[in-house]
């Protein structure tokens, strides 16, 4: 089992920078690879970043450039620097593991932090 647990998250400005934390425990050597993803209301859940166990990252076309996903192994915690935040930024983020099994993977979710970026 792995927890997740998300912090950061609160209300800023158009233009403002906020970094999300998520801070793993429990069977972390089982981790593949974590993600930051997140949803606004009334819209499905989506994709903004994610880094390996060896530090390859990718990032969603919406926030390139203004968002990066970084992990500290020693620290067992993962973060996303979000720059230039924009309005439409605003909506739960949820931190995720993919934790391999044997042969089966296994999602992990933390609960979320709520991002509010007002115009």
């Known amino acids: 089992q792995v927890q997740l647990v998300e912090s950061g998250g609160g209300l800023v400005q158009a233009g403002g920078s906020l970094r999300l934390s998520c801070a793993a425990s429990?069977?972390?050597?089982?981790?593949?690879?974590m993600g930051w993803y997140r949803q606004a209301p009334g819209k499905q859940r989506e994709l903004v970043a994610t880094i390996t166990s060896g530090g390859s990252t990718t990032t969603a076309d919406s926030v390139k450039g203004r968002f990066t996903i970084s992990r500290d192994n020693a620290k067992n915690t993962m973060y996303l620097q979000m720059n230039s935040l924009k309005p439409e930024d605003t909506a739960v983020y949820y931190c995720?593991?993919?934790?391999?099994?044997?042969?089966?993977?296994?999602?992990?979710w933390g609960k979320g932090t709520l991002v509010t970026v007002s115009s």
């Open positions: 429990g069977s972390i050597f089982s981790i593949n690879y």
């Open positions: 995720n593991a993919v934790g391999l099994v044997g042969l089966s993977s296994i999602d992990y």
